[in-house]
């Protein structure tokens, strides 16, 4: 069965470095999602992008945030300058009809 | 308007007995209601989904029922499991024409004791 594969699955960090969390979403998916979940929180809406374009930020996604999709398999969420409060389970999730989901395992970004 | 108020927060239930998760919206635009598990670790897992056109969906020992004018949708799991312990989220889907987010409740950690 497809499904989404996000790597690394853990990053440490340094306040203030860059990072770039990296994910495959399903291969005949066209709409791509950004989640985070804090540690023992809800999961939190990011960001969403469809042809090549985002298409809706929320206010978490500041200009410290930013996607791609460099080819036509990749979707990568980079954080420029990390703050503490950036620490969390990042989730990319990626949907066919722009109603089911699908959610890859996360990556657990940590900022030292 | 946007959230997904879900109760309770956390649910002891034994093995085989019924679980009842309970969600609640003010947004009548939502358009799709899923519930999602998620084990300790794991990205969250889509279990059951419904739209407000229907008032109930079965699939195994899972079944949403949806209570539109009351706003209100809830999960059953039906003689529960041991391997049913994780958290669960209700979600509803902001409505075509925007960016078709997800809006996710708070969780409820579920445990089914032996």
């Known amino acids: 069965e497809p499904e989404v594969t996000q790597t690394p699955s853990h990053q440490v960090t340094q306040m203030g470095q860059e990072v770039i969390l990296r994910c495959v979403p399903i291969?005949?998916?066209?709409?791509f999602y950004w989640y985070r979940q804090i540690l023992g929180q809800k999961v939190e809406f990011l960001v969403s992008?469809?042809?090549?374009?985002?298409?809706?930020k929320s206010e978490i996604f500041d200009d410290q945030f930013s996607v791609e999709r460099p080819d036509g398999s990749n979707f990568t969420l980079k954080i420029r300058s990390t703050k503490l409060e950036d620490s969390a389970m990042y989730f990319c999730?990626?949907?066919?009809?722009?109603?089911?989901?699908?959610f890859g395992p996360g990556t657990r970004l940590t900022v030292l | 308007q946007q959230q997904v108020k879900q109760s309770p927060q956390s649910l002891i239930v034994q093995k085989g007995g019924i679980s009842i998760i309970n969600c609640a919206y003010e947004?009548?635009?939502?358009?799709?209601f899923p519930w999602y598990q998620q084990f300790p670790g794991k990205g969250p897992a889509l279990l059951i989904a419904?739209?407000?056109?229907?008032s109930e969906k079965k699939e195994g020992r899972f079944t949403i029922s949806f209570n539109k004018s009351a706003k209100q949708f809830s999960l059953h799991i039906m003689d529960s499991q041991p391997g049913d312990s994780a958290t669960y989220f209700c979600?509803?889907?902001?409505?075509?024409?925007?960016?078709?987010?997800?809006?996710f409740g708070k969780g409820t950690k579920l445990t089914v004791n032996p």
């Open positions: 947004n009548t635009a939502f358009d799709y």
């Open positions: 419904i739209r407000p056109d229907v």
């Open positions: 291969s005949n998916h066209l709409y």
């Open positions: 992008f469809y042809n090549n374009e985002i298409s809706e």
């Open positions: 999730a990626s949907s066919e009809t722009r109603d089911t989901q699908y």
């Open positions: 979600a509803a889907k902001v409505p075509r024409g925007g960016s078709e987010k997800l809006v």
